[in-house]
Nanobody
Framework: QVQLEESGGGLVQPGASLRVSCAVS????????IAWFRQAPGKEREFVAG????????YYGDSVKGRFTISKDNGKNTVYLQMDSLKPEDTAVYYC???????????????????WGQGTQVSVSS
């Protein structure tokens, strides 16, 4: 079983940058699809960014493409989400998810992931 722990959330102003982290334990990242989702109050959980199981492909949600970057450090077993040019509509709880049976066509579907972290709050406000 994979355990995930997010960190790095906080309150920032519009236009600022923030990096959140997801520490993975219990398994290595090899063979697991890793993704970030977010959920704002009153809204459904939304796919933000993710790695394929092979780690060779990265995917982004339309609302964050060009502003957010997912990366990983295999040595530290940690996945990062660098968020630039933040907007108030980026305010949400950000969750890290992992799954070893995620196929390419399901990368953006939260149901495809088996393990979830507790989330970290990101708030963008002036």
């Amino acid at each position: 079983q994979v355990q995930l722990e997010e960190s790095g959330g906080g309150l920032v102003q519009p236009g600022a940058s923030l990096r959140v982290s997801c520490a993975v334990s219990g398994r290595t990242l090899n063979g697991y699809a890793i993704a970030w989702f977010r959920q704002a109050p009153g809204k459904e959980r939304e796919f933000v960014a993710g790695y394929s199981r092979t780690g060779g492909y990265r995917y982004y949600g339309d609302s964050v493409k060009g502003r957010f970057t997912i990366s990983k450090d295999n040595g530290k077993n940690t996945v990062y989400l660098q968020m630039d040019s933040l907007k108030p509509e980026d305010t949400a709880v950000y969750y890290c998810a992992a799954g070893n049976r995620v196929i390419t066509s399901s990368t953006r579907n939260q149901e495809a992931y088996d393990s979830w972290g507790q989330g970290t709050q990101v708030s963008v406000s002036s």
